[in-house]
């Protein structure tokens, strides 16, 4: 899916790209106005410890050695040691659909199927699992707009709340920009 650019793009807007658990679960009949309240709640609180925990281990200032200031990264390891290991426990006792190659946001999504993806027009729902950590995944309502015979799938969301948007694209910013700087990085060593 890379396509040896710097800036992950689809539908001309930012995104997120990844290899994570999903599944598209097709609906026949309009999803009831209280579940798609309910996915836009959930998605929110899913969006939000995401965030929550991809700022851990990040320091103001790397040069900061004061015993304070050890302690909290001391203890913000084992917390996130604890997070992980709570993941493991999670995804043990709650299996996960396959992981596989996925670009999006708060438009759409494409991804790589195994064998034949969905057909096209169809409607329903992609489930995202973030992060280990997260029981739940992210769940956005949409079309399949494209699918052909290798798996390559693309969708169009129905958007979703603007706070939900938001969250998605600064997901997606967070990650490009922890890509710029690792490139930086490899570019130097």
């Known amino acids: 899916m890379y396509e040896g650019t710097d800036t992950i793009v689809l539908y001309e807007e930012l995104a997120y790209e990844d290899v994570l658990p999903l599944a598209w679960r097709p609906h026949l009949e309009p999803l009831d106005p209280a579940v798609v309240t309910s996915f ?3 998605n929110l609180h899913v969006l939000q410890a ?4 991809e700022e851990h281990g990040q320091q103001e200032k790397k040069d900061d050695t004061s015993p304070v ?3 909290l990264l001391r203890l913000d390891l084992k917390v996130n040691l604890l997070l992980d290991l709570l993941g493991q426990l999670v995804v043990a006792n709650n299996p996960r659909p396959p992981a596989m190659p996925v670009r999006f946001n708060a438009l759409g999504a494409t991804w790589k199927a195994s064998g034949t993806g969905p057909l096209p027009a169809g409607e329903g729902v992609l489930e995202l699992y973030l992060r ?3 029981p739940q995944p992210l769940r956005l309502l949409g079309r399949i707009t494209a699918s052909d015979q ?3 799938v693309k969708a169009r969301f129905i958007p979703p709340s603007d706070t939900i948007a938001d969250l998605i694209e600064k997901l997606a910013f967070r990650r490009h920009r ?3 700087a690792g490139a ?3 570019r130097r060593g």
């Open 184 to 186: 930086r990085q490899s």
């Open 178 to 180: 922890r890509q710029i």
């Open 50 to 53: 995401c965030a929550a925990i």
């Open 150 to 152: 290798d798996g390559r």
């Open 132 to 134: 280990d950590s997260l």
């Open 69 to 71: 200031a050890s302690e």
């Open 40 to 42: 836009g709640e959930r």
